[in-house]
T-cell receptor
Framework: KNQVEQSPQSLIILEGKNCTLQ??????????LRWYKQDTGRGPVSLTI?????NTKSNGRYTATLDADTKQSSLHITASQLSDSASYIC???????????????FGQGTILTVHP | DGGITQSPKYLFRKEGQNVTLSCEQN?????MYWYRQDPGQGLRLIYY???????QKGDIAEGYSVSREKKESFPLTVTSAQKNPTAFYLC??????????????FGPGTRLTVL
């Protein structure tokens, strides 16, 4: 069964500090991995997407890494801001031959709270 | 201003009633999706549509129905057969299901509460 597990479940940090969120997956065959940010009561917004051949992708203060051998990904947030408070969701897609099967497996999310 | 809109933002339903959640997109995307989000759980796929007049069941389709008569619209009906419908419902769209770098764009969501 395809699964995506995220850790920690929740995290509290002070404004300006860095943090790293983890994602382990057992989706096979692997196509791509995405990180989404979801503000409370809103829809998720895509931060990064990585295919099998990519091991790092940055989007401003967000840097995602992917280790396809160990089936792990991390999202590193640099110099956190109050607006970074949200749920961060790891999403993995299965696929092969350069295409995606289109079915996504979602992690349960990590709730990040940034305090002033 | 392109994007996905969902209405209403909040919806209250009495037990035994059917309700329909609206989802509209002006991104010219072929694929549209409905997800359900419950506290502490990942999003779960209810239905998806790759093209007009076609849709497929997702992982938790029981008690739900959809239609795709227009490219821009993908309404979801929560029927009285859905045993536990209270949840946050998210609609999404993407260019094409099969594209390896396809990104799903989400609407703002509808929170459904059964009284």
């Amino acid at each position: 069964k395809n699964q995506v597990e995220q850790s920690p479940q929740s995290l509290i940090i002070l404004e300006g500090k860095n943090c790293t969120l983890q994602c382990n997956y057992t989706v096979s065959p692997f196509s791509n991995l995405r990180w989404y940010k979801q503000d409370t009561g809103r829809g998720p917004v895509s931060l990064t997407i990585m295919t099998f051949s990519e091991n790092t992708k940055s989007n401003g203060r967000y840097t995602a890494t992917l280790d396809a051998d160990t089936k792990q990904s991390s999202l590193h947030i640099t110099a956190s801001q109050l607006s970074d408070s949200a749920s961060y969701i790891c999403v993995v897609s299965a696929g092969a031959g350069g295409t995606s099967y289109g079915k996504l497996t979602f992690g349960q999310g990590t709730i990040l709270t940034v305090h002033p | 201003d392109g994007g996905i809109t969902q209405s209403p933002k909040y919806l209250f339903r009495k037990e035994g009633q059917n309700v329909t959640l609206s989802c509209e997109q002006n991104l010219n995307h072929d694929a549209m999706y409905w997800y359900r989000q419950d506290p502490g759980q990942g999003l779960r796929l209810i239905y998806y549509s790759q093209i007009v007049n076609d849709f497929q069941k997702g992982d938790i389709a029981e008690g739900y129905s959809v239609s795709r008569e227009k490219k821009e619209s993908f309404p979801l009906t929560v029927t009285s057969a859905q045993k536990n419908p209270t949840a946050f419902y998210l609609c999404a769209s993407s260019i094409a299901v099969w594209k390896i770098t396809d990104t799903q764009y989400f609407g703002p969501g509808t929170r459904l509460t059964v009284l």
